[in-house]
């Protein structure tokens, strides 16, 4: 395959990067010494990059992300599944790749694709595998490794050196301290620690950032019925969104984390007795 290369014209790329392929960079985009961008690549106004990265595959990064020396985005998913065939990874708009950070694109049994959203910040060494998404505003601290099949919502925070489970879903808002290894589902704005990481509390720092105080009571009190209960959780988790969804109030924070609940696949993780309230 011939190599179709653009470069806008206010682009600055050191002599020594190495650039191959289907390849279009955008406007005011850097390119640091002795990075090597092969493949299907779009890279889109502003993004910088600092030296030795490397970028390959089918690869989609998007406006204004920063992306640290030695980080590694695009090549072939660690899964024994993968056979070379055309599988995505896209980025989006402001996100900050520090460090080593090494992203896979999906499997063809994924969805064929990965894809992370707008202003991530990713640590040193955060390892993102095959056909995971990730949304906006999330924090990834250093060594945190994401196994495939991922669903990360937004504004989660998830602890230095954790690994996460395949499969594993992560609501909004929600917490995984460090030093943990989760292997079930986090529902939206719980705070969860351990090995194998369990439930602990609300993750109030994080709520009183994105919502307004009566929001983080009515949550309150739910999370007290649901894991207070001597009922099955799912039990409860029917009856409060049969309530939410039929009261002239409407809470869709309620709504949001009963769905969540019912449509877990891999479980909650929490004991009752153990929890913060």
Do not use: W
């Not at 660690?78 to 520090?98: H, V």
């Not at 969860?192 to 709520?207: D, H, Q, S, V």
């Not at 969104?241 to 309620?254: F, G, H, R, T, Y």
Request: proline share 3%.
């Amino acid at each position: 395959m011939n190599d179709s290369i653009t470069i806008d014209s206010s682009a600055k790329i050191a002599k020594t990067a190495i650039i191959e392929g289907n390849v279009e960079i955008g406007a005011n985009v850097i390119i640091g010494d002795y990075s090597v961008i092969k493949g299907n690549i779009t890279i889109g106004d502003g993004t910088f990059l600092y030296n030795n990265v490397t970028i390959m595959g089918h690869t989609k990064i998007g406006k204004d992300n920063k992306i640290f020396p030695n980080a590694v985005l695009g090549t072939p998913p660690q899964d024994l599944k993968y056979n070379g065939e055309d599988t995505i990874l896209k980025i989006g708009d402001k996100n900050l790749i520090r460090e080593s950070c090494m992203f896979n694109p999906g499997t063809e049994g994924g969805g064929g694709i990965t894809e992370i959203g707008n202003n991530n910040l990713f640590m040193a060494y955060v390892h993102i595998a095959h056909d995971c998404l990730v949304g906006d505003n999330n924090i990834l601290a250093n060594n945190a490794t994401l196994g495939g099949h991922i669903h990360i919502e937004n504004f989660v925070n998830i602890g230095g050196m954790t690994p996460i489970h395949q499969f594993v879903k992560i609501g909004e808002g929600a917490m995984v301290a460090g030093a943990s290894a989760l292997s079930q589902d986090i529902p939206p704005y719980c705070m969860a620690e351990g090995n194998r990481a369990k439930i602990i509390g609300l993750n109030r720092f994080r709520m009183r950032k994105i919502m307004e105080r009566d929001e983080i009571d009515r949550i309150n009190t739910l999370y007290r019925r649901l894991f207070s209960g001597t009922q099955n959780l799912k039990d409860l988790a029917t009856m409060e969104l049969e309530v939410a969804k039929n009261s002239p109030d409407i809470n869709k924070s309620v709504i949001k984390i009963c769905e969540f609940i019912l449509q877990s696949e891999r479980g909650i993780p929490y004991k009752r007795g153990e929890l913060n309230e």
